[in-house]
């Protein structure tokens, strides 16, 4: 009895693993403790900048930047694609949208020949499908992954038009400047989809009538099933579907009562921008960014300085915002090491694209070399579920 | 194997000991209400140090490598069970001053892993009354046995 109690602290006390770093994925970015950059690249209708801050054991944050055709056919069209995909309760959900969801964008663009709403909802479905056959899969070995989920923010630049698209509360700014005064003006484009939005818990007291439970004030944040605190996602099954929502599911998850239709949604929330010559850039960045900065200070901070290194310095500002709340120095905050740092800040990723208005106005025809970068971060060697598993980790992987 | 009666006769020597140690022992004191929005100004901590608030809201700044010790990082975990993770404010620990200042004379004194276990036992049995936080292959019963 005792020794398995005693098992369990040793579970919960893992070694550090820290001998195992290694950089991100592809090449481009740079690793400086737990930031990774690539400060500047090209794209086809502009330059970015895009950054990564890891607080998580397991980057939980996932991020892409692909930049020529937008089809599976050489022929395009052309245009740049931009994912942010924040997880939660492990990295398993963003990363599998990491590795799929752009390719099936590629694969319905081929079917339909252009770029649409209707290609982009399609690809999301593909993905939250493919997912949720993934869980299917490794329910019976791995539960805890019915568990794991993600926020999802797409951007997609083609024949002068942006498609943004999301589910969750990463988001889209838009920096206009305006003619008049010169002024730059913070234009969110993306809709999101919290519970701390009232509109968003009318939305789910309206199609959950019978259950006024639905949304419930929790540590004092809104939480859906005082569970999750977005509405829309890719993965979290165990909301989606009652099948997942039973044991060996950790309790705290599970549901009193079993549900006929899914509480979560994965329906993407989709508008179409067509983009003007004053329309200088936009930032995609997880919550961990926004949580600190507001659209205005973001927008303002990009357009007074250089575009090279604009997203390491937005995450720069929001951590110097986060150590100010937390009551200790900015130089102190970066030695903290990722797992601990969670209860500092959040993952934070930010990719920052400018528009070159005679590019951008360029026909998606124009053929252009292809770029493909993916947001960084330190792993460990083997794929865990973190922090959900620790208690069994003895007995997974 | 650890016994119980050897586990129970750590923790009550690791209290004597803080008790004796706790005399000596003093924090920076600052009133502060930790849900209160940061937009007031407040003191930053020296450097090499970060600020924790206990559950009846004691202010205690502390050297970043008790970050590294597993009794911190057993308490964060309880904290964002507790509370969630922290927004806008500081950091809450769910522990009440007294035992905040055992933990940190415990760390002081270097006190051995097995000692240091007895202490996570404790803590996590006093702070966190619901049995959630356990796996659920763990018969809640198992729990009485640190409830010194």
Not at chain 1, 3 to 27: K, Q, V, W
Request: proline share 5%.
């Amino acid at each position: 009895m005792l020794s398995e109690l005693m098992n369990f602290f040793r579970a919960c006390f893992r070694p550090r693993s820290d001998r195992y770093i290694h950089t991100g994925s592809d090449a481009g970015g740079r690793q400086d403790g737990l930031l990774w950059y690539k400060d500047s690249g090209q794209h086809l209708n502009g330059d970015f900048s895009m950054a990564v801050v890891q607080a998580n054991n397991l980057l939980e944050d996932q991020s892409q930047f692909e930049s020529g055709s937008l089809s599976l056919n050489e022929t395009g069209p052309f245009g740049t694609f931009i994912g942010v995909y924040d997880g939660h309760g492990g990295p398993e959900t963003s990363r599998y949208v990491n590795n799929h969801l752009f390719q099936h964008l590629k694969r319905f663009t081929a079917e339909q020949q252009s770029m649409s709403v209707d290609v982009i909802r399609k690809a999301y479905q593909a993905t939250e499908d493919g997912f949720m056959s993934l869980v299917t899969k490794q329910w019976p070995l791995k539960p805890q992954i019915a568990a794991v989920g993600s926020c999802c923010l797409v951007g997609v630049v083609c024949n002068g038009t942006l498609y943004i698209a999301n589910l969750g509360d990463s988001r889209a700014v838009l920096g206009r400047v305006m003619k008049a005064t010169g002024e730059v003006l913070a234009i969110q484009l993306s809709a999101e989809h919290n519970v701390c939005i009232e509109s968003v818990r009318q939305e789910l007291h309206s199609l959950h009538p019978e259950d006024p439970q639905i949304v419930v004030l929790k540590h004092n944040v809104w939480r859906v099933k005082g569970l999750i605190q977005i509405s829309r996602s890719i993965g979290d099954v165990y909301l989606k579907k009652a099948e997942f929502n039973r044991e060996p599911l950790y309790a705290k998850f599970r549901l009193r009562e079993p549900f006929k239709k899914p509480i979560l949604s994965a329906e993407p929330t989709i508008s179409v921008h067509p983009l003007q010559p004053h329309d200088q850039f936009i930032i995609f960045a997880s919550d961990g960014l926004w949580e600190h900065l507001t659209n205005q200070e973001a927008v303002d901070m990009v357009q007074n300085h250089p575009h090279s290194g604009s997203a390491r310095r937005l995450i720069k500002a929001a951590l110097q915002e986060a150590a100010k709340k937390r009551e200790m120095r900015y130089s102190d905050l970066k030695k903290i090491d990722r797992g601990v740092r969670r209860h500092f800040h959040d993952d934070i990723t930010v990719i920052v694209v400018f528009l070159d208005s005679n590019l951008v106005s360029r026909a998606s025809s124009v053929k252009s070399p292809s770029i493909s970068v993916r947001g960084g971060g330190i792993n460990l060697p083997h794929n865990t579920l973190a922090p959900l598993t620790t208690p069994m980790e003895a007995g997974s992987t | 194997m650890t016994s119980a009666k050897k586990l129970l006769k750590l923790a009550k020597k690791w209290q004597r000991l803080a008790n004796m140690k706790r005399k000596r022992i003093s924090f920076p004191r600052a009133t502060r209400n930790p849900g209160e929005s940061c937009n007031t100004p407040s003191v930053v901590a020296d450097k090499g140090h970060f600020v924790v608030y206990t559950a009846d809201q004691r202010r205690f700044v502390l050297p970043l490598e008790y970050l590294n010790k597993e009794i911190f990082k057993e308490l964060f975990r309880m904290s964002e069970e507790e509370f969630g993770l922290p927004r806008n404010g500081a950091i809450t620990l769910p522990c009440d001053a007294v035992s905040m200042e055992y933990v940190v004379a415990m760390i002081q004194q270097k006190v051995a892993k097995d000692l240091e276990k007895a202490l996570v036992m404790s803590i996590s049995n006093g702070c966190y009354s619901s049995s959630s936080y356990l796996p659920p292959d763990l018969p809640n019963k198992q729990i009485l046995i640190c409830s010194f």
